[in-house]
């Protein structure tokens, strides 16, 4: 008999049956590759940078006050600082803080044990598998989204998931920060590129939250790039003050190219990596003490033929290990890694270099991990079929995060007394109770004989991806919201788009 073809609508329904899982607690260890001595020794890289070269913050005479005010030395525009005094302020920042959602059960935890996907952020191109690349817009933004609020092995949405290039730029981070809290009800982070955009991401969270949880609770984040070598310009100062300055929290991260944006050196880029996000942590506890903090590190190896940055190598790879050792050693939140590749599709060396990248993430410990899903060409597109094709692999780091169970049911005693030797488990009571969780089964890796495969129309990989965030659209069904609310955001929105003249740079 031919085996009957799956509608849309039922794959939609499959798609989203999986149960929400709002973040990761881990039980396997982490992956711990320096010892003692060595990380003692990168610690005082650390400390030599802070206290001998120091970071430079620019165009920001507030953060020059808000230092001085707390006993540093500016020289030239560079914070220069005793480094007790940096880890004594980084210590103020909390180890593990919760990021409330505006539904409850999607709360993530982000600190300690708990790690937290998701998807890519600031690409100005998409890609799929019929349209091809082309510049993002609105349409695709506000798809990326709802596919990030579909997919359950997604936990946070983030907020650039591309550039809608279509808007202008003046007026789009409120496009975005407004499909972010009525598409999803996942939790999110807020515009950065300018202190009013910040401004405007926090007081839009204000409506939606309610000041009253405001006040008490993170309800959303910035995420920010140093400008590395050893600058923070005042697109992050200015952040932090923001964000931090109403307890929000704030995800600070040195993008390091080993040989151009640092030494070629993996070590001294990982210490100069953290000398400028302890920095910034220790200036967030200045404008707050408590303000949540997560410390950032992107860190990459580069062609040094023709400048172009390689991911998935083993030089980040080891980075993502030693940077999370020390940031356990601080007490602080981390942020590291994701599926990234330097590949245009969703290939092999997409997979390969993905696949090391993520594992190497996961391992160490990482509590955030933006670009979980859906990065190629460098972070330069976003692709669809990347998106559900590496959220499916979450899934199964997950799984495997979850650590060995050692329960009573798991060791099986009664399976061993109900087969006798040389029979087999199939049909017995234990593997009946746990056939629907015992093994995680991904939803687009076909595991089927040649034949069923054949019959089903010889689909790859990428085919499958496609239908599948198709099908996902069409189930689509927005997370309900307070009528009131929505319309408070969209006045909001538009009396914002009409202060703010139009600028397309």
């Not at 980075?319 to 356990?328: E, L």
Request: hydrophobic share 40%; net charge negative.
């Amino acid at each position: 008999m031919p085996r009957r073809t799956r509608t849309r609508r039922e794959t939609a329904e499959q798609a989203l049956s999986a149960l929400p899982s709002p973040f990761v607690t881990r039980r396997l260890p982490v992956f711990d590759v320096v010892d003692d001595k060595t990380l003692a020794r990168l610690d005082a890289q650390v400390d030599w940078l802070i206290e001998n070269v120091g970071i430079e913050f620019r165009d920001d005479p507030e953060a020059h006050r808000i230092w001085k005010s707390g006993g540093a030395e500016i020289k030239d525009n560079r914070v220069v600082v005793d480094a007790a005094r940096i880890r004594d302020l980084c210590k103020l920042a909390p180890t593990e803080f919760t990021q409330v959602a505006r539904n409850p059960e999607r709360n993530v935890v982000i600190g300690r044990e708990n790690q937290v996907f998701a998807p890519i952020y600031g690409a100005p191109f998409v890609r799929d598998l019929e349209g091809g690349r082309r510049y993002g817009d609105i349409d695709s933004f506000e798809k990326l989204v709802k596919l990030a609020y579909l997919h359950p092995n997604l936990h946070h949405t983030g907020l650039v998931i591309c550039e809608p290039c279509d808007v202008p730029v003046s007026h789009r981070h409120l496009d975005m920060v407004y499909l972010h809290m009525t598409r999803s009800d996942k939790p999110h982070l807020g515009a950065i590129t300018e202190m009013s955009r910040a401004q405007d991401s926090v007081d839009m969270a204000e409506i939606l939250h309610g000041k009253d949880v405001m006040e008490q609770q993170c309800v959303i984040m910035g995420n920010v790039n140093t400008n590395s070598p050893l600058l923070v310009d005042k697109v992050v100062s200015e952040a932090i003050r923001v964000y931090c300055g109403r307890g929000q929290g704030i995800v600070v991260v040195p993008f390091i190219l080993s040989g151009a944006m640092g030494p070629v050196s993996t070590a001294a880029s990982v210490t100069q990596a953290l000398a400028e996000a302890m920095v910034c942590c220790a200036f967030a506890q200045l404008v707050r003490p408590g303000a949540p903090f997560v410390l950032g590190n992107f860190l990459s190896s580069m062609s040094l033929k023709s400048g172009a940055p390689t991911f998935g190598m083993p030089e980040p790879v080891i980075s993502n290990y030693a940077i999370g050792q020390m940031a356990r050693r601080l007490g602080l939140p981390l942020r590291c890694g994701g599926s990234l590749t330097a590949s245009k599709i969703e290939d092999a060396q997409a997979a390969y270099e993905s696949a090391d990248s993520m594992h190497s993430t996961a391992l160490a410990g990482a509590n955030f991990v933006l670009h979980a899903a859906g990065w190629l060409e460098g972070g330069l597109c976003t692709g669809f079929e990347k998106l559900v094709m590496d959220a499916d692999r979450l899934g199964a780091y997950q799984k495997m995060l979850g650590g060995l169970d050692t329960s009573d049911e798991a060791m099986a005693r009664d399976a061993y007394e109900e087969v006798d030797p040389a029979g087999h488990f199939l049909g017995c009571a234990h593997t009946m109770r746990n056939y629907q969780t015992a093994f995680y089964e991904p939803k687009l890796s076909d595991s089927e004989n040649v034949e069923s495969w054949e019959e089903g129309g010889s689909k790859d990989m990428r085919r499958r991806a496609y239908e599948r965030w198709n099908a996902m659209l069409d189930g689509y069904e927005a997370p309900p919201m307070d009528p009131a609310v929505d319309e408070a955001l969209q006045d909001y929105v538009a009396r914002r788009k009409r202060e703010i003249p139009e600028a397309w740079y």
